[in-house]
């Protein structure tokens, strides 16, 4: 784009060069060179800052087992789609289908001992009304059925926590999601006390994009957006873009849910978490990227990047003052697109600065002081050119 806009600049450069010189040439000084020249206007513009970032679902559950045992089945593959309760893995169920089973039998045998309890309870009641037996007996009796009663309700939990036991030989997925690695295969024993997880189911319809902002961004931040409070500035803060790794733009926009409650000491930032929708299952959890923020100008001073020129890191430009006399001035940076940058501080609307700086040296350069003959172009033409 600069090539384009250059070569037909220095054409301009060397067509009124020559045309002047040969005019009058052997009859005194050269006349001032003819250059371009644009005047410095304000547009609205929008900025971008970009952070980088990390991606992760909105739930990333770690699947373990919760009885010990041997895998006898994985139904899902590494990085299957699943939906919540749809069978994981499944481990060998025989030696808790035994255990029900034994479980079952002890609750049998515990409610025939509490009926028969029961029983001499209401045998020995009229005994004692009319005076058969003595009531001790009587209260020896319901003590036995109290006991036996207790062994039931013991053997009934029991029996519950079997079939809860057998019920988690079948791990299902927690909720919808992606399923990570699997470092299992059929046959491994696997146990409730291992560190090491099944796998990892990855909710994603939203996924969290978590990036970080340096003391000086923060507190740019706080100043920018209005709100008695973060969480209020953070309502406030426009749509966000998520650029790929790729540095293509993800096609949905986010938006910044929060901010962490300090900074990182090791690092000097602050950390803030956006939220994607993520309905095609484009992103995945562990894939990084960069949050772009937007910020609208509605008044920028803009200057084409080609009529600027960098010197020892910082950027200058060629003025034009009185009498058509160049002064070079410093620019301050404030943003920029790929053909121009927005300035804060150098430049203010109206002044008048030399385009295509770059190819004036074709002709010896400028200088503070030298005269020059402006050629002015409109800068609504040259926006339509080489749009912001």
Do not use: W
């Amino acid at each position: 784009m600069k090539a384009r806009l250059l070569e037909p600049l220095a054409a301009i450069i060397l067509l009124y060069g020559c045309k002047d010189g040969s005019a009058t040439a052997g009859n005194g000084p050269m006349p001032p060179p003819s250059l371009p020249v644009i005047t410095v206007t304000t547009q609205p513009v929008t900025t971008y800052q970009d952070y980088p970032a990390s991606v992760q679902g909105k739930r990333d559950v770690e699947i373990k087992p919760q009885v010990d045992g041997y895998l006898t089945s994985i139904e899902v593959d590494e990085g299957a789609y699943v939906h919540k309760g749809q069978p994981l893995f499944l481990i060998d169920k025989n030696p808790f289908e035994e255990q029900l089973n034994n479980a079952k039998a002890a609750l049998q045998a515990a409610e025939a001992s509490m009926e028969n309890a029961k029983i001499n309870v209401d045998k020995y009641k009229p005994l004692v009304e009319n005076r058969v037996v003595a009531p001790i007996q009587l209260q020896s009796a319901e003590a036995s059925y109290n006991t036996a009663k207790a062994a039931a309700t013991q053997a009934q939990a029991a029996v519950q926590s079997a079939r809860i036991n057998l019920d988690f030989t079948t791990i299902t997925a927690p909720s919808d999601g992606y399923v990570g690695t699997i470092p299992f295969k059929t046959g491994s024993l696997v146990t409730k006390q291992a560190n090491a997880a099944l796998t990892v189911v990855s909710e994603t319809k939203d996924m969290r994009v978590y990036f970080s902002m340096s003391e000086p961004d923060f507190l740019a931040f706080t100043e920018k957006y209005p709100g008695n409070t973060i969480a209020d500035k953070v309502k406030q803060m426009p749509p966000v873009q998520l650029l790929l790794a790729d540095n293509s733009i993800y096609p949905q926009p986010g938006k910044i849910e929060l901010v962490e409650g300090q900074f990182d000491k090791t690092v000097g930032a602050i950390r803030f978490r956006a939220s994607f929708p993520n309905l095609q299952g484009l992103l995945r959890s562990g894939s990084t990227g960069k949050v772009r923020i937007p910020t609208t100008i509605k008044a920028a001073l803009v200057v084409p990047q080609d009529a600027t020129f960098e010197m020892q890191g910082k950027v200058f430009v060629y003025t034009v003052a009185d009498s058509n006399k160049i002064v070079t001035r410093p620019l301050t940076i404030s943003g920029r697109t790929t053909n121009y940058y927005f300035v804060a501080d150098g430049v203010k609307a109206g002044d008048r600065v030399v385009l295509a700086s770059q190819a004036t040296l074709l002709i010896g350069g400028l200088r503070d002081g030298m005269v020059i003959a402006p050629q002015m172009i409109p800068t609504d033409s040259l926006l339509k050119k080489t749009p912001l």
